[in-house]
């Protein structure tokens, strides 16, 4: 009788299922949009409808079949006992997901922090095999950090390290939406990257941007964005640089205090830009990093998009199995 | 017949060992100051006749009782080979310090980064007793960093994870003795604070200082600072706790990355002016850690002083002993 896993990727717009081989060969795939205001248990209710869509699809029989499910979710969250302590785009509060999940399915389920877990995922299958110290930023409307270190993702005590986004990039700086002043997420989450933007359109430095956007913050995304740089916005490409360039500096600061041999950059805003990004860290992390900890380390994009997260959460899964 | 290890810390101004059991008794100690502009190889003979030394206080034969030397010593360095990498105060390049003692003493050597090494020794038997996750922030000449990480030193890719002095407090900041612009220790090493102190004394704002120690910033030392801040100096006390203050928006944002459940400051500012470092540390760490992490983690002032290195060190070998 043949095993298989379920890779779970528990989104702010979106959930993803994908079932697979303890080698991790994808056997049958399903996702969900998010809806908005909907309650905790009805979220809960959706993801247990996705595993079982993905589950079906696959037509194995779960009570024999399905031996474990790994989970990658906002948090924060304690990844020992897979309760989510307060999330609240998913309206859950010391929500003991794993707990149910493990109950709902009869499997061993793990739950960790999801930009860990993509961490974990591009680890093992994308840009940091062969890795064995690897630090992931992923900028989008947060900054994300995932730390694999001595091959293990990284916790600390709390649950929740990784926090890069909420480092400060200067102390004196704006106040960022954690309360804290001078955060790198203040100078270069998406949000003020399209705020700064938007202000570039109003002032008319940004054809392509204002015909296709206009100037709410909203609706400027990361694919607005590139389109506005691609069709020759130079102030707004100033704008995404200055920005790239603030991650590199991020970066180089990881490097110098962890020295990993990967630094792995991801999320929405890199794979619009991935050029654009490589160039600007690249050379933050000429001005700003050790060079006797800079030349141990390899600077890559990542390469699994939205199966970073489903694949290290069924990676994470099958060690729990293995172990 | 007794087994016994040698704790060894070799210093920028001096080198001390000490005998012990491998519970960690001193049996015997011995040190000697640091000679300028000695070659490579007679610091080596130093090293060995300091262990010889304690080893005949002790009245042990080497041959049959020392079972292990674990040291701590400035680097780079290679903590897989025991190899110091470059050291221009102890005139060594690619110098096999590990596999030298190993011949010389017939037993196995573990060598680490000093700094390393002396968080360590706090980790197991200073102010970091019972931690799993320890940053330790030492204050000198340099800004040394060391992180003991799920119970054991970290050290990187490179061998030199910790660079925490290099982190970057101003991106455009003035330039760091390494070359890079706005590392902490262009702030808040101790030469720049002695200099902005001298240029107070200079302007008739520090008589306690400018009395004792004139306006030369290689005489005022940490001991200088901490009288100069005692005898009244109050623009000296101002300049100390901007440096102290940054040195916990330094901890601030090592806690943001690595969730620590313990802070550790020492060295010798730390040392001289343990209220005042830890009252600005505090305040900083309000102002810059996120709070869900910094609840977690305890500020401690390191308690072991000098010997932290020495017993760190033989923490390290006792344990590849018994590995």
New interface residues.
């Given amino acids: 009788m043949a095993k298989y896993v379920i890779g779970f990727d528990l989104g702010g717009t979106k959930m993803a299922a994908a079932l697979m081989t303890p080698k991790f060969e994808v056997k049958a795939r399903s996702r969900q949009r998010s809806k908005a205001h909907e309650s905790g248990d009805d979220i809960y209710g959706r993801i247990v409808n996705t595993i079982r869509d993905a589950v079906g699809e696959a037509k194995i029989d779960p009570k024999k079949e399905l031996v474990g499910i790994g989970v990658g979710s906002p948090g924060?969250l304690d990844p020992e006992t897979g309760t989510i302590i307060d999330c609240a785009n998913l309206n859950w509060s010391d929500f003991p997901l794993g707990k149910k999940l493990e109950k709902e399915f009869g499997c061993p389920v793990v739950v960790d922090n999801d930009v860990n877990v993509g961490t974990y995922g591009e680890f093992h299958f994308g840009a940091g095999r062969g890795s064995?110290?690897l630090v992931g930023i992923f900028p989008g409307t947060g900054i994300g950090?995932g730390?694999v270190?001595?091959g293990r993702i990284?916790?600390?005590?709390?649950?929740?390290?990784?926090?890069?986004g909420?480092?400060?990039?200067?102390?004196d700086g704006p106040n960022c939406g954690?309360g804290?002043?001078g955060c790198y997420e203040a100078y270069a989450g998406r949000n003020v990257i399209a705020a700064a933007a938007a202000t570039v359109a109003l002032r008319g430095q940004a054809p392509t941007l204002l015909k296709n956007k206009g100037s709410d913050v909203r609706t400027i995304r990361s694919g607005a964005l590139k389109r506005s740089v691609a069709g020759g916005d130079k102030e707004v490409e100033t704008v995404v640089r200055r920005a790239a360039y603030q991650i590199g500096?991020l970066g180089?600061?990881?490097i110098?205090?962890?020295?990993?041999?990967t630094l792995v950059l991801g999320g929405g805003l890199v794979e619009a830009m991935p050029d654009l990004f490589r160039d600007e860290v690249k050379r933050a992390l000429k001005?700003?990093a050790?060079p006797?900890?800079r030349?141990?380390?390899t600077l890559k994009i990542a390469e699994l998009g939205d199966d970073a997260t489903i694949m290290g959460a069924a990676k994470l899964v099958v060690e729990k199995i293995e172990a």
Same sequence: chains 1, 2.
């Avoid at 909420?166 to 102390?171: G, I, R, V």
């Avoid at 110098?256 to 041999?261: A, E, F, H, I, K």
């Fill in positions: 924060p064995k110290h950090g730390l270190l001595d990284y916790h600390g005590a709390s649950g929740s390290a990784g926090e890069v909420h480092m400060t990039l200067d102390p954690c804290k002043p500096i180089a600061n990881l110098n205090v962890l020295s990993p041999d001005t700003h050790m006797f900890l030349k141990f380390c």
